[in-house]
């Protein structure tokens, strides 16, 4: 045998040795296994998406194709290092993660299949030991049983009877807004509903969008069932619409939230205490403010605390108090000027829906009266 190819084997052979050492370290195990977290947090977040969030896929095989090229990755990963601790615990995370996304996602199989197939094997191939995974497997198996039949009687419980017909959907001309036209065939002739959601606050991942959902707004509802259906989207001027508004009638009002009193700069409360003192505050200061008790006020509140939070009382605590509270966020919307509007975030044109000609939804109100702020949101299982 030549000298060459001897060196050769031998040199091979030493590659392939400090190569199998260095995968069969258990530090560089741990180390890889920092990484296994990661695929636990992703499936943490598409439950909380499934909760919050509708979720639309635009090509159903391309993402199918990517997720299981990702969940593949990590499976290797995960299976490499599926004794250490990082590995174990992921293994006990994935599966019930993922009961939420196929309860609400139920029939989208592209997103779900493969990170449920993940989850199982490495439940299945991980370093926990067959009692672990025994006691484990039966917990979940029990919580995807129950949770199931809870979902399922539940929405087959409160599942209206009426058939909903959709008559037409699409988005406004900006883009900010969607609308749909439903149809509904009840024992009362029915009903015509259009209704209006915000796509601002919908994630867009290019192959597939999460829309909001909780935050619909009805806009027309009209029994019975309308024979005509016409929908126009026109883009109007903030001064056009205070004008149109302004000439219905000079004493609309509008209530603000204490965010937008703090934008205008103005004071959103006063407060008249039992001695006559008369304070103005702005919303920060009123929600910051202590009130101490006497011994009288203590036993009128019947409260031991030497100080209660204003914020806190009910209307029958103030007047035993003696204090009387007024708010000014109840302004007439003819008081505000172009200017405060424009601060409060309203820009200078808009969307505007005309439904068999008269208009049912501006963007200027939609922005001022907070229709799709998120604490707003309503969130139900149908």
């Given at each position: 045998?030549?000298?060459?190819?001897g060196?050769?084997?031998?040199?091979?052979?030493?590659?392939?040795?400090?190569?199998?050492?260095?995968?069969?370290?258990?530090?560089?195990?741990?180390?890889?296994?920092?990484l296994?977290?990661?695929?636990?947090?992703?499936?943490?977040?598409?439950?909380?998406?499934?909760?919050?969030?509708?979720?639309i896929?635009?090509d159903?095989?391309?993402?199918?194709?990517?997720?299981?090229?990702?969940?593949?990755?990590?499976?290797?990963?995960?299976?490499?290092?599926?004794?250490?601790?990082?590995?174990?615990?992921?293994?006990?995370?994935?599966?019930?993660?993922?009961?939420?996304?196929?309860?609400?996602?139920f029939?989208?199989?592209?997103?779900l299949?493969?990170?449920?197939?993940?989850?199982?094997i490495i439940?299945?191939?991980?370093?926990?030991?067959?009692?672990?995974?025994?006691?484990?497997?039966?917990?979940?198996?029990?919580?995807?049983?129950?949770?199931?039949?809870?979902?399922?009687?539940?929405?087959?419980?409160?599942?209206?009877?009426?058939?909903?017909?959709?008559?037409?959907?699409?988005?406004?001309?900006?883009?900010?807004?969607?609308f749909?036209?439903?149809?509904?065939?009840?024992?009362?002739?029915?009903?015509?509903?259009?209704?209006?959601?915000?796509?601002?606050?919908?994630?867009?991942?290019?192959?597939?969008?999460?829309?909001?959902?909780?935050?619909?707004?009805?806009?027309?509802?009209?029994?019975?069932?309308?024979?005509?259906?016409?929908?126009?989207?026109?883009?109007?001027?903030?001064?056009?619409?205070?004008?149109?508004?302004?000439?219905?009638?000079?004493?609309?009002?509008?209530?603000?939230?204490?965010?937008?009193?703090?934008?205008?700069?103005?004071?959103?409360?006063?407060?008249?205490?039992?001695?006559?003192?008369?304070?103005?505050?702005?919303?920060?200061?009123?929600?910051?403010?202590?009130?101490?008790?006497?011994?009288?006020?203590?036993?009128?509140?019947?409260?031991?605390?030497?100080?209660?939070?204003?914020?806190?009382?009910?209307?029958?605590?103030?007047?035993?108090?003696?204090?009387?509270?007024?708010?000014?966020?109840?302004?007439?919307?003819?008081?505000?000027?172009?200017?405060?509007?424009?601060a409060?975030?309203?820009?200078?044109?808009?969307?505007?829906?005309?439904?068999?000609?008269?208009?049912?939804?501006?963007?200027?109100?939609?922005?001022?009266?907070?229709?799709?702020?998120?604490?707003?949101?309503?969130?139900?299982?149908?």
């Amino acid at each position: 045998m030549p000298v060459s190819a001897g060196i050769c084997r031998r040199s091979g052979a030493t590659v392939d040795n400090a190569m199998s050492e260095i995968f069969s370290n258990v530090w560089v195990k741990r180390v890889v296994s920092l990484l296994s977290p990661l695929y636990a947090v992703a499936v943490c977040w598409f439950a909380y998406m499934s909760v919050f969030y509708e979720l639309i896929v635009y090509d159903p095989k391309t993402v199918c194709i990517m997720l299981s090229c990702i969940s593949l990755v990590w499976l290797i990963l995960m299976l490499y290092t599926r004794k250490q601790f990082l590995t174990k615990l992921t293994s006990l995370i994935l599966l019930p993660g993922m009961v939420l996304p196929i309860l609400l996602y139920f029939g989208q199989w592209w997103v779900l299949i493969p990170p449920l197939v993940t989850a199982l094997i490495i439940f299945f191939f991980s370093g926990l030991g067959e009692t672990a995974k025994t006691a484990w497997g039966t917990i979940f198996l029990l919580l995807y049983l129950l949770g199931s039949l809870v979902f399922f009687l539940t929405t087959s419980l409160f599942a209206p009877s009426t058939v909903t017909t959709t008559l037409a959907e699409g988005p406004s001309p900006s883009g900010l807004y969607r609308f749909r036209v439903t149809e509904t065939t009840d024992s009362s002739n029915g009903c015509t509903k259009v209704q209006v959601e915000t796509s601002e606050l919908d994630r867009d991942y290019d192959l597939a969008v999460f829309q909001i959902k909780g935050l619909t707004r009805d806009v027309v509802v009209e029994r019975p069932l309308q024979e005509e259906v016409q929908i126009e989207w026109k883009t109007e001027t903030r001064q056009d619409i205070t004008k149109q508004i302004d000439d219905i009638s000079r004493d609309i009002t509008v209530t603000l939230s204490d965010a937008q009193m703090d934008m205008l700069g103005r004071e959103a409360y006063q407060i008249t205490y039992s001695g006559g003192q008369t304070l103005s505050m702005m919303q920060s200061d009123y929600h910051d403010t202590y009130i101490s008790l006497s011994p009288a006020q203590k036993a009128a509140l019947e409260t031991e605390d030497e100080e209660v939070k204003l914020d806190t009382l009910s209307d029958g605590e103030l007047k035993a108090l003696g204090i009387t509270l007024e708010n000014f966020r109840t302004v007439t919307l003819s008081e505000l000027t172009d200017e405060e509007l424009a601060a409060l975030g309203i820009p200078e044109e808009g969307d505007v829906m005309y439904y068999n000609g008269r208009v049912v939804f501006r963007y200027y109100v939609a922005i001022l009266e907070e229709y799709f702020d998120l604490s707003k949101q309503e969130i139900g299982l149908m």
